[in-house]
């Protein structure tokens, strides 16, 4: 059983560190995105400014400022908390699926994840449950 919880843990560690990863550069790319917008809007305004600019010798009044919305929000709100679903009993698992879980052990020991003696002891605890 220690191979198989080795195992279990190498997963894990891997699914983390994939995650975390995914999630620096979905940071990383909104943040880009967000600054190419607002350079895209500074470019059009200036140039939009330049156009419309009123002649020199005409009196001008300056617009009253404009209220903006405020910047996006960067990181996603904290995760809502849920009730635990409530515990069911579930039925016996069919032929096939034991026959399933041995091949999987039987992959496991292939790889070198299992040694003989774990996978004589899960494949005898699968057998007689």
Not at 53 to 80: L, S, T
Not at 91 to 117: C, F, H, N, W, Y
């Amino acid at each position: 059983m220690p191979g198989l919880v080795r195992g279990m843990v190498r997963t894990a560690a891997v699914v983390g560190t994939a995650t975390a990863t995914r999630n620096a550069v979905d940071r990383h790319q909104a943040e880009k995105n967000a600054r190419a917008y607002a350079n895209a809007v500074n470019t059009v305004n200036q140039e939009t400014t330049q156009q419309y600019a009123p002649p020199p010798q005409q009196q001008y009044y300056a617009p009253p400022p404009q209220q903006y919305a405020p910047p996006p929000q960067q990181y996603a709100p904290p995760p809502q908390q849920y009730e635990a679903p409530p515990q069911m009993e579930y039925a016996p698992a069919p032929q096939d699926d034991m026959i399933s879980q041995l091949e999987r052990l039987g992959a496991l020991k292939a790889q070198g994840v299992l040694t003989e003696e774990e996978f004589a002891a899960a494949k005898q605890k699968l057998l007689t449950a």
